[in-house]
């Protein structure tokens, strides 16, 4: 990140990378057919590796001799280069002695009973060959913290980040809004 200071006003831009990954909602969904076998399948976790372009603002307030506090706003381009996606397909315990069909009609397919993950949207990342309309999004943020002066060139940055997802309709195969909050710790060096 770089930074531009002038008197209380700080300008920050750079280039952020991170993976983020999370456990979606644990449903897991039986498919197949009487007399052949069944399946359990789930979606088990998404991840996303991210590059963010951010254009922030800070407002230094309550500044003491080696302390100040700040308030920070901005806002970020954000690309995902590269979707993960772990899928558990795995032969059921259940095979029931009764022709009850477990599954649903496909469009796609026609087949009577495919399992509806099947018919999910994984979209690959950028560098994975995806479409930039699905790999974009915006995020604003905002952000709380304390610089304390180490010495004449250096700084400890500590702030709680805020991040809201804005945009398009969502990410990935459930079309998420990649929320966030963060702690933020770093360390500042006066390049001037």
């Not at 604003?140 to 700084?155: D, P």
């Not at 400890?156 to 809201?164: Q, Y």
């Amino acid at each position: 990140m770089f930074c531009f200071q002038k008197n209380d006003i700080e300008t920050i831009t750079g280039f952020r990378y991170t993976r983020r990954t999370h456990e979606p909602a644990a449903i897991v969904e039986k498919y197949g057919a009487f007399l052949t076998n069944y399946y359990d399948i789930s979606l088990d976790k998404i991840g996303y590796d991210i590059v963010e372009l951010p254009l922030g603002v800070k407002y230094h307030f309550k500044k003491g001799k080696k302390t100040s506090w700040y308030l920070k706003s901005g806002i970020s381009a954000n690309l995902t280069l590269a979707n993960h996606y772990t899928i558990t397909n795995k032969l059921s315990g259940y095979q029931p002695l009764t022709p009850n069909n477990v599954g649903y009609v496909s469009e796609k397919d026609n087949k009577s009973f495919s399992s509806r993950l099947s018919e999910k949207e994984f979209n690959p990342g950028l560098l994975q060959g995806g479409k930039l309309s699905e790999n974009w999004f915006v995020t604003v943020s905002a952000e709380l913290g304390l610089e304390r002066k180490l010495n004449e060139n250096h700084s400890l940055v500590m702030g709680a980040e805020f991040n809201k997802f804005y945009m398009i309709d969502g990410i990935g195969p459930n079309k998420e809004k990649l929320n966030g909050f963060a702690i933020n710790v770093g360390l500042k060096k006066l390049i001037n």
